[in-house]
T-cell receptor
Framework: QQPVQSPQAVILREGEDAVINCSSS?????VHWYRQKHGEAPVFLMI?????EQKGHEKISASFNEKKQQSSLYLTASQLSYSGTYFC?????????????FGKGTKLSVKP | DAMVIQNPRYQVTQFGKPVTLSCSQT?????MYWYQQKSSQAPKLLFH???????NEADTPDNFQSRRPNTSFCFLDIRSPGLGDAAMYLC????????????FGPGTRLTVT
């Protein structure tokens, strides 16, 4: 079951903040976050495994809610290099472990 | 540097003409994945190998096959490419399944004429 990502796209000025959400109707085993720049491979950002977990550093961080049905990615004081498409990839309980189902992505554009 | 390498980066094939895409890794990871990514869409898992064990996704067409002759190499064979198979094909590796980061190669962009 594909996770739902929102928003689909966001445009920021340098220095502004953004939040990208990833949600599922069922509890998830884990959530992975990746960033993909145009024409390039996805690059790993972080994995969240535990309900209530928060991870990352002050500029890019993520949370996983207690019910493990929603994760949010926080981009603080955005830089031009943050531009790209952000995907969450989810692992489901009971499915083939390690198989990620990716959301449709959130296209982030950071303008000077 | 340890990495995931895909060759070629760009591949053009004719409708119905078999094509093979290659992936190699120097990470010594047990798991190798193949994803298909169409324009402006999410990567979609086709199949993966855990060591020599092949795991096919239920909705992967029979037209797509894979081989893993050794730990380092994995191949994606498209037996009879259709126009709808034009996409970026991404190879990824991971030390194990479940809760590990996946390391992606740069991808092969396949064009079908």
């Amino acid at each position: 079951q594909q996770p739902v990502q929102s928003p689909q796209a966001v445009i920021l000025r340098e220095g502004e903040d953004a939040v990208i959400n990833c949600s599922s109707s069922k509890a998830l085993y884990s959530v992975h976050w990746y960033r993909q720049k145009h024409g390039e491979a996805p690059v790993f950002l972080m994995i969240l495994l535990k309900g209530g977990e928060q991870k990352g550093h002050e500029k890019i961080s993520a949370s996983f809610n207690e019910k493990k049905q929603q994760s949010s990615l926080y981009l603080t004081a955005s830089q031009l290099s943050y531009s790209g498409t952000y995907f969450c990839g989810t692992e489901n309980y009971g499915g083939s472990q390690g198989n990620l189902i990716f959301g449709k992505g959130t296209k982030l554009s950071v303008k000077p | 540097d340890a990495m995931v390498i895909q060759n070629p980066r760009y591949q053009v094939t004719q409708f119905g003409k078999p094509v093979t895409l290659s992936c190699s890794q120097t990470l010594n990871h047990n798991v190798m994945y193949w994803y298909q990514q169409k324009s402006s869409q999410a990567p979609k898992l086709l199949f993966h190998y855990y060591d020599k064990d092949f795991n096919n996704e239920a909705d992967t067409p029979d037209n797509f096959q894979s081989r893993r002759p050794n730990t380092s190499f994995c191949f994606l064979d498209i037996r009879s490419p259709g126009l709808g198979d034009a996409a970026m094909y991404l190879c990824a590796t991971s030390p194990a399944t479940s809760s590990y980061e996946q390391y992606f190669g740069p991808g092969t962009r396949l064009t079908v004429t």
